[in-house]
């Protein structure tokens, strides 16, 4: 296995992929920075008010970029919802890696060679998941750390030991979300092959549940069918988690989704790559 790893490491390594994955973080750093230039931020997949709360805060999802109630004395808790904002597009670029990465082998053949030379099925595939799922991780966690810092040194204020750690156990729990996604791209990668179609597909997916919730959301426990639909959708827990609506059970549920993905679409995708036919 180790011998595996170490060779999926390489390919991503030599390939395009390990330059353009960065670079397409650096334009979100960019993208980030444009936030603040709005006077009041940006705002990105709003929806106010629902059946449960009508508090100031509680009673809002989605992003939330540079909106300072008071940019003198400005609160952690909006600095890190300005960070956290980031994950409106961050799905993106990891999409882009999940599909790209996952997908050449198969399309110019290569992947056939492991396995010619006795490699089970199971674990080039496990070994890609892994590359795919650590390099997805470092590059995220960078990202939130610089993002946090640029905002931090914006507007003057140093955190505590204790606000920078629930920022890591809040970047944490988002990207235990990812982690199911990028499971979720590898299932549809299996399935669809093309690349270009499974783009379509899960951007159509992913932007298509945000939209959806965002006009459900006041009556969303009404909407039987629309609702498991978003729930399958990452930005669900990203838009609920940019307002911090903790208290509604937010955790218990990215747990539950993050189990999910570790035992539902990780062993059907396993089922997928060894009933697959290589051509």
């Not at 100031?56 to 999802?61: D, E, H, L, T």
């Not at 990207?175 to 899960?202: E, H, P, Q, R, Y």
């Not at 639909?229 to 993050?258: A, D, H, K, Q, S």
Request: proline share 2%.
């Amino acid at each position: 296995m180790y011998n595996q790893l170490k060779s999926e490491f390489l390919k991503l390594k030599y390939s395009k992929l390990f330059i353009a994955v960065p670079i397409l973080f650096l334009a979100g750093l960019i993208l980030y920075g444009s936030f603040s230039m709005s006077a009041g931020g940006t705002q990105l997949f709003v929806s106010e008010g629902d059946e449960e709360t009508n508090a100031a805060i509680q009673g809002i999802i989605g992003f939330f970029a540079f909106t300072f109630e008071n940019i003198n004395t400005p609160k952690f808790s909006e600095i890190m919802q300005s960070c956290l904002s980031c994950n409106v597009f961050l799905w993106i670029v990891a999409l882009i890696l999940t599909i790209q990465f996952f997908c050449y082998d198969y399309s110019v053949g290569t992947i056939k060679l492991p396995i010619a030379y006795g490699i089970s099925r199971a674990k080039v595939y496990f070994a890609k998941v892994i590359v795919i799922v650590l390099y997805n991780a470092i590059c995220y966690v960078l990202f939130n750390v610089i993002t946090l810092c640029f905002t931090c040194i914006q507007i003057g204020y140093i955190p505590n030991i204790t606000e920078l750690t629930q920022y890591l156990g809040y970047i944490g729990l988002n990207f235990l979300v990812m982690i199911s996604f990028i499971l979720l791209c590898i299932n549809i990668c299996i399935c669809l092959k093309n690349t270009g179609i499974i783009a379509t597909v899960m951007c159509l997916f992913t932007l298509g549940g945000a939209v959806i919730y965002t006009g459900i959301w006041q009556n969303f426990h009404s909407h039987i069918i629309l609702k498991y639909f978003v729930w399958l959708n990452p930005l669900y827990y990203w838009m609920n988690m940019g307002t911090f609506r903790l208290e509604y059970g937010l955790v218990n549920e990215i747990i539950v989704y993050f189990v999910f993905g570790l035992l539902f679409l990780l062993p059907l995708s396993v089922i997928f790559i060894k009933k697959q036919e290589f051509k």
